[in-house]
């Protein structure tokens, strides 16, 4: 199998993923009849992180061990969906 088609897999796989973070969010929401702002945040950072993987495929693509050396050939659009990502999920979860 080649890389475009493992790019094409992974991507389907982590988007069908972000739906079902989105779909649990949306029950959470409603089985505790309340919206807390914190949930939603981290969710919103978490599926923020997702879109910077898809923003730079060839992460999709790089074994574990590899993957931060991969970090340094990324997109700046991806690198702002992982900062922004990252600082959402902190601050979500401080009190």
């Not at 088609?5 to 973070?21: A, E, G, P, Q, T």
């Not at 061990?65 to 999920?89: D, I, P, R, Y």
């Amino acid at each position: 199998m080649n890389s475009g088609d493992k790019i094409k897999r992974n991507s389907n796989y982590l988007k069908i993923f972000m739906v079902f973070i989105f779909l649990v969010q949306i029950i959470e929401i409603y089985q505790a009849d309340a919206f807390e702002f914190r949930d939603v945040i981290s969710i919103i950072g978490v599926l923020i992180l997702f879109t910077g993987f898809l923003l730079s495929p060839v992460l999709l693509v790089t074994p574990i061990k590899e993957l931060f050396k991969a970090f340094s050939n990324v997109s700046s659009q991806s690198n702002s969906c992982f900062t922004l990502g990252l600082l959402l999920v902190i601050f979500s979860g401080s009190s």
